[in-house]
Nanobody, 118 residues
Framework: QVRLVESGGGLVQPGGSLRLSCAASGFTFSSYAMSWYRQAPGKERDLVASITSAGIRKNYAESVKGRFTISRDNAKKTVSLQMNSLKPEDTAVYYC???????????WGQGTQVTVSS
């Protein structure tokens, strides 16, 4: 059974930091590119950051460049998102996604809430 389980969300003040983690099971994690998306109320789900299967290439949304860092540990089957200098506009549900090139198969986690507020 494929599972992606996010953790690490919560309430943080503006300027603070959070580290999200996504634990994978049930598929060949090291063969999948992994991404973090977020969805704020009333908005579409948007890409935040992605990392290739070997962790060599990373991509970030312009709004988080220089503040967020994506990383992965293929031995532990985890992908993380370190979020620094958080802003109220970062408030959203954050989702972990696994995907492969040339394959329609996509896996999603259930999401974790991040709220940035004073």
């Amino acid at each position: 059974q494929v599972r992606l389980v996010e953790s690490g969300g919560g309430l943080v003040q503006p300027g603070g930091s959070l580290r999200l983690s996504c634990a994978a099971s049930g598929f060949t994690f090291s063969s999948y590119a992994m991404s973090w998306y977020r969805q704020a109320p009333g908005k579409e789900r948007d890409l935040v950051a992605s990392i290739t299967s070997a962790g060599i290439r990373k991509n970030y949304a312009e709004s988080v460049k220089g503040r967020f860092t994506i990383s992965r540990d293929n031995a532990k089957k985890t992908v993380s998102l370190q979020m620094n200098s958080l802003k109220p506009e970062d408030t959203a549900v954050y989702y972990c996604k696994g995907s492969r090139d040339y394959s329609p198969t996509v896996y999603w986690g259930q999401g974790t809430q991040v709220t940035v507020s004073s």
